[in-house]
């Protein structure tokens, strides 16, 4: 089991930055990517990016690209989500999630189902 606890939501003015954080604890051997999606009222939950926690791979959602960074500190057992030139419609739960799918190390992985831990959830909100 992998215990995931996201932190650095807020409240930020379009254009601005924030940081998300996300702490692993548990079983992280175990983990071999780790993902960022998110999730606006009445939407479902889609993908932003991604890292392979062996690889160092990252991977984004179209709608992100060259705003967002996805980076982690394996010694610290923590993913960022570093997200720049903020709009509106980013605003949304944004939620940290895990994967023990070997796969995802090299390749990626953006669909809910393919992770198995998630972490609670921080509300990002982006004022126009």
């Known amino acids: 089991q992998v215990h995931l606890v996201e932190s650095g939501g807020g409240l930020v003015q379009a254009g601005g930055s924030l940081r998300l954080s996300c702490a692993a604890s548990g079983r992280t051997s175990s983990t071999y990517g780790m993902g960022w999606f998110r999730q606006a009222p009445g939407k479902e939950r889609r993908f932003v990016a991604a890292i392979g926690t062996t690889t160092g791979r990252s991977y984004y959602a179209d709608s992100v690209k060259g705003r967002f960074t996805v980076s982690r500190d394996n010694a610290e057992l923590t993913v960022y989500l570093q997200m720049s030139s903020l709009k509106p419609e980013d605003t949304a739960v944004y939620y940290c999630?895990?994967?023990?799918?070997?796969?995802?190390?090299?390749?990626?992985?953006?669909?809910?189902?393919?992770?198995?831990?998630w972490g609670q959830g921080t509300q990002v909100t982006v004022s126009s």
């Open positions: 999630a895990g994967t023990r799918t070997e796969y995802c190390a090299g390749y990626g992985c953006s669909a809910p189902e393919e992770y198995d831990w």
